[in-house]
């Protein structure tokens, strides 16, 4: 039955509204002039005004649980302590001062449906468990490299479950067991299959690469790590390898502008550790005869970066204030020391490459970079009681060697070898107490046959040592070291020392 009786005149439809003066919007479409809308004032009414709006409520973020794996489908009991032991241990150091899902959400959930991922988790927990009982110092015994049999059994279960290069966490387990040879060859070939899964331009949108094609974690993720252990790796080694993650890291939207301040603890690491990579990245052939116009070049642009992304930096410390984590104030000291460490190689460059006196001025610069290191040494034994600490990536081990063997303040020097030998730190291939053995080879070295030392002046450019590389054995307590000293002390060529240091 219509709802019109015939011939009788149809109201024009119009879209109901919630908005408009309280006079006219249920009559007519209200114009919401302010203050009296135009539609009462034309026909001499008055207009009652609006409303207040109510604010419109966001749609609510899901507060669903993200439920670790269940320990029940564990053979035995050895099984589940090494994997709580991964969990509640191995996984948090291993993300480091910076906050992150890979370790502690998502590698966990891939136990569910990767066998192979579930039997290294469990050696490293294990192992990790050894690493601590051992304050921080795993050594191999024999050849074979391995200490702990029930390790080495799940070791060799995720090989067998691995039929397809698909992951590399053995790295980190040969890590662990200062075996830094393998460890860099599991690097490098994790490198590799990260190169060859970018798509070339021609055949492939350039975001074809935005989700992983393995669920368990977004490449862009795998990509941020391997970054991180590419530069460890650079500046242990000293040389890049043919897998270079400059190029793959350029696509991310941090590569980008520096922020006017950043967000996150995590963002400002990522942003620093790229620009310094692509600055280090194939900068200059020192036998180019533009060697010096290159880098003069180079030297402005690492100064203008560093410049952005400390006021980038500063601006986040200012904004979080008092509302930051423990974890952000170690991750915050770690970049500044990252900052402070990187200011000194953009100054020196200005001066001679190899006339060490020049690192002299820097020491207000080295001792903030040991201050900073304790005060993040001291937050560790807040949270952990001082157990050893093992993490991916860079914090204080490496910086505190830079200081050790370039500060020659007696004090300074003497407070960072200290330092690394007391704190039970490993950061990647940086082990904190091997570490501490060479600096301290090194700071005798310099200091033998000199009667007193009380300041840097103390120390004459013939007695001190450059060019510092060092071999760690992958079997027993040595290392092979090897730097530049002049062969006399008139003499102005320096010529190449290798010792074998055991301990």
């Not at 320990?71 to 480091?96: D, V």
């Not at 055949?203 to 094609?213: E, G, I, K, N, Q």
Request: aromatic share 10%; with cysteine; net charge positive.
């Amino acid at each position: 039955m219509p709802r019109v009786a015939p011939n009788q005149r149809k109201r024009a439809y119009r879209p109901k509204t919630r908005t408009g003066c309280n006079t006219c919007k249920y009559v007519i479409k209200c114009d919401e002039t302010i203050p009296s809308c135009a539609k009462c004032t034309s026909t001499g009414r008055k207009c009652d005004g609006y409303q207040i709006q109510a604010q419109q409520t966001p749609p609510e973020v899901s507060k669903a649980i993200i439920r670790s794996p269940n320990t029940g489908f564990f053979g035995n009991t050895r099984e589940r302590r090494s994997f709580y032991f991964f969990q509640e241990r191995t996984a948090p150091q291993l993300s480091g001062f910076f906050a992150g899902d890979f370790w502690e959400r998502l590698l966990l959930q891939a136990t569910h449906h990767e066998p192979c991922i579930r039997h290294a988790i469990i050696a490293l927990g294990s192992l990790h468990e050894r690493f601590e009982q051992d304050n921080g110092l795993v050594v191999q015994s024999d050849a074979n490299g391995w200490t702990d049999d029930f390790a080495l059994k799940n070791y060799n279960q995720a090989i067998k479950y691995l039929m397809e290069p698909l992951s590399r966490k053995a790295q980190t387990i040969d890590t662990m067991q200062s075996a830094y040879g393998p460890a860099v060859a599991h690097l490098q070939s994790g490198l590799k299959i990260l190169c060859e899964a970018q798509p070339k331009i021609q055949d492939h949108p350039p975001l074809s690469l935005t989700v992983s094609a393995v669920p368990y974690a977004p490449i862009e993720m795998l990509e941020e790590i391997f970054m991180r252990l590419d530069l460890q790796v650079t500046q242990m080694v000293g040389t890049e390898g043919e897998w270079n993650t400059y190029e793959i890291m350029k696509k991310h939207a941090w590569t980008r502008e520096i922020p006017p301040a950043f967000s996150t603890v995590s963002q400002a690491r990522n942003c620093l550790l790229f620009h310094w990579h692509k600055l280090s990245f194939n900068i200059w052939d020192r036998s180019s005869k533009q060697f010096p116009e290159i880098l003069i070049a180079w030297q402005k642009t690492s100064i203008a970066i560093l410049d952005r992304w400390s006021t980038a930096f500063d601006a986040f410390l200012s904004n979080r204030g008092d509302k930051m984590t423990d974890n952000e104030r170690k991750g915050a000291a770690v970049l500044t020391i990252i900052r402070e460490l990187g200011s000194t190689s953009v100054m020196l460059v200005r001066t001679k490459v190899d006339d060490q006196r020049n690192w002299d001025i820097f020491s207000p610069i080295f001792e903030k970079i040991v201050c900073l290191a304790e005060d993040v040494v001291k937050l560790d034994f807040k949270s952990n009681g001082g157990r050893p600490t093992f993490c991916i990536d860079l914090a204080i081990v490496s910086p505190l060697f830079e200081v050790s063997i370039r500060c020659r303040d007696p004090v300074i020097r003497r407070r960072a070898i200290n330092l690394l030998r007391t704190c039970g730190r490993t950061e990647g291939v940086w082990n904190a107490f091997l570490t501490s053995k060479v600096a301290q080879k090194v700071l005798d070295i310099e200091e033998t046959g000199l009667t007193v030392v009380k300041t840097c002046e103390d120390i004459p450019d013939w007695a001190r040592i450059s060019n510092i590389n060092v071999a760690f054995h992958p079997v027993g307590r040595k290392a092979t070291l090897t730097y530049s000293r002049s062969e006399s002390k008139d003499g102005v060529t320096r010529g190449t020392v290798e010792e074998v240091i055991e301990w």
